[in-house]
């Protein structure tokens, strides 16, 4: 019997290249940028085909007996992302580079226009288990040389942000400050085509994602709204909820981009937690751009994330972002007098969206 085969893979009717091309053309002053972007996606292809081969392609979650610049334990994988976009970047106007597995900023061109901050590998933990990871990066124009003061500043002053997330598809979503784009690689050109040019998440959702075992560590804001949560249609919400959870932070934002959700990672009473666990210029900075260019929210409980400024190169944050009516809500509880404690783990009082 003849093999029945499934249809090509349709592609998209624009590449990447041609997308960034375009846009560079439209404006002066855009090709480094341009130039600078077209790198990381092409770190984002090589280091998807190393992870398409899974445990053929070696011990990809082996830890290397160290730990990063954070104080997590590296893995064989994270040294690897690492190496990829510093190599992808050295080709680019790319002055600083400023990451998660290095103990301080890298100098690559000194005469280089813009400044790069990136997770090279989120998600560590489900290396070995084919499930979602993630590249995070965040653009600054750079100070002339001054690396730190590229970096320490407040999260909108990026110009550009975006990651690449590596699961079933390997899709970048990307903001050059007008709205989301979202493109999804084509593996037999090792092309990233477009999908989407405008990327919005919906404003209200039923689900949320948190890491529920750590329920009774949680300030009493976050208890109560998942209390609520958990209530459903009975309880103030009105509505039933789903919970999620994938430990992999962009894995669960690529889902509310897709249809809507809230993410959940405060701070909390256990030693080292106290500011939460992700990284404010890696992680927090660039996805609250991309949130909040797509319609959400993304806030630390009490300030807006994008007008947090870094203080400390591997600064710490708790985070919440997605639908912005769920975001709205759970700022409100922390507004809300009943659920405050003198020692409450989070933040400093301030309005939700402070500019």
């Known amino acids: ?14 590449s990447l ?12 002053g ?22 398409a081969g899974g ?4 011990a990809l979650g082996a830890e290397v007996g160290a730990q990063n610049a954070d104080g997590d334990k590296q893995r064989q994988l ?11 970047l050295r080709k680019t106007p790319t002055a600083f580079y400023a990451s998660e597995e290095e103990d301080a900023i890298l100098t690559l061109d000194p005469a280089g226009e813009l400044a790069v901050a990136c997770d090279p590998l989120d998600g560590s933990s489900n290396i070995d288990c084919n499930m979602p990871i993630a590249t ?13 003061a590229s970096f320490f ?29 979202q493109f999804t690689l084509e593996p037999a050109s090792r092309r990233f085509m477009l999908v989407s040019r405008n990327v919005r998440i919906p404003p209200s959702t039923r689900e949320y994602a948190i890491n529920a075992s750590n329920y009774r560590h949680w300030p009493d804001q976050i208890r109560a709204f998942i209390d609520d949560c ?10 039933d909820f789903n919970m999620r959870w994938l430990a992999c932070m962009v894995g669960e934002a690529h889902r509310i981009f897709s249809r809507g959700g809230v993410f959940l990672y405060p701070g909390d009473e256990r030693a080292g937690y106290q500011q939460g666990r992700l990284r404010l210029l890696y992680e927090a900075f660039p996805v609250a751009m991309l949130v909040e260019q797509a319609g959400g929210g993304a806030t630390d409980g009490y300030e807006r994330i994008l007008s947090k400024k870094l203080e400390k190169l591997h600064q710490r944050t708790p985070l919440v972002f997605g639908s912005i009516e769920k975001v709205a809500r759970i700022a409100s509880y922390f507004s809300n007098a009943r659920y405050q404690r003198a020692h409450s783990p989070l933040f400093a009082e301030r309005g939700l969206f402070q500019h």
């Open 136 to 148: 995070i990066f965040g653009i600054f124009r750079a100070t002339p040389g001054d690396a730190t």
């Open 30 to 51: 855009r090709d480094n940028l341009a130039r600078t972007v077209a790198g990381l996606a092409q770190a984002g292809i090589a280091l998807s085909e190393i992870i």
């Open 78 to 88: 994270d040294v690897i992302a690492d190496g990829l976009v510093i190599d992808a």
């Open 55 to 58: 445990p053929l392609s070696g």
């Open 230 to 239: 958990i209530e459903g249609a009975g309880g103030p919400h009105g509505k």
């Open 17 to 28: 290249d041609a997308f960034l091309s375009s846009w560079a053309a439209a404006a002066e």
């Open 153 to 181: 500043r407040q999260g909108s002053e990026q110009v550009a942000a975006g990651y690449v997330v590596y699961g079933p598809q390997t899709s970048l979503l990307l903001t050059l400050g007008e709205g989301v784009a």
């Open 1 to 14: 019997m003849p093999i029945n085969h499934a249809p090509a893979p349709q592609a998209g009717s624009e």
